[in-house]
């Protein structure tokens, strides 16, 4: 039931998957409006709501961004020039795309969808969905470190989630976990630049990239983990704080209640900090 679940959302979301809808999307190279599944139109509202909040430093219109600086299924070489980057932005923005009941309309017929930063949480809470359907309470899903669980554990205790180390080139006795949360109900997503990195011309670049200026981002933000309700908005907005840097992502966290953060940052001196919001 659960491979029958994933196998769908794949088929819909994949970017790696020339037959899904988002490729075919990706490729409708029209003004017109296209029809979408409802999960996929749902994906997408979600998304454009996370960049209006952030004012566009979410953003799921850089597939070809990505595809740039070497990431996602069609990469390229090496680390781009600046009027590449500048091409490619001038059809990237959220702006560019408009849902209209269970259509998607694109402002620029070049414009395409990378979600990868959402789609994975979605997924979770659509597994999760399934088993409560069926019966379950006591449930914990987790995919590639997104998390939903509810009840207790198979020693009927409460969860508990290890929040894990980003790597360090200081230390070589690092512990694999800075700390634990314990909780009964609720979504978990974390997002840094260690999981995923490309080696262009060699330098090692984190997969975070600044939507705005098409470079990837540096900041004191080395991973977020963000706890909310559902896991598709946990997963959004922990790529979304990972764009900004503490002082900016926290901002908006104090002025969310759908969500709650927890930050591992580096300062000056590459010493290490973890910071909470209120709440957690």
Known sequence: ????????????????????????????????????????????????????????????????????????????????????????????????????????????????????????????????STLKNLGYNDIFVEIGGEIRLSGTNEKNKTWSIGLENPPSDVSSEQKPFFGIMKNNECSIATSANYRNIVDADGMVLGHTINPKTGYPIQTDVLSVTVISETCIIADGWATALMSMDYENGSKIVDDNPDIKAVWVLSNEDEKRMIALSDGV
């Open 1 to 128: 039931v659960i491979d029958s679940v994933l196998v769908k959302i794949n088929r819909q979301m994949s970017t790696w998957d020339p037959g899904s809808e988002i490729s075919k999307f990706n490729r409708w190279e029209s003004l017109e409006s296209f029809k979408v599944s409802k999960p996929f139109f749902e994906v997408v509202e979600n998304a454009l709501r996370i960049s209006n909040q952030t004012n566009g430093m979410f953003d799921i219109t850089v597939y070809d961004l990505m595809s740039l600086w070497g990431f996602g299924p069609n990469p390229m070489m090496g680390i781009p020039d600046k009027n590449s980057i500048e091409s490619v932005l001038s059809y990237t923005g959220f702006q560019n795309i408009k849902c209209d009941q269970d259509r998607l309309i694109k402002k620029n017929r070049k414009t395409k969808l990378d979600l990868n930063s959402i789609a994975k949480g979605y997924g979770v809470d659509n597994v999760y």
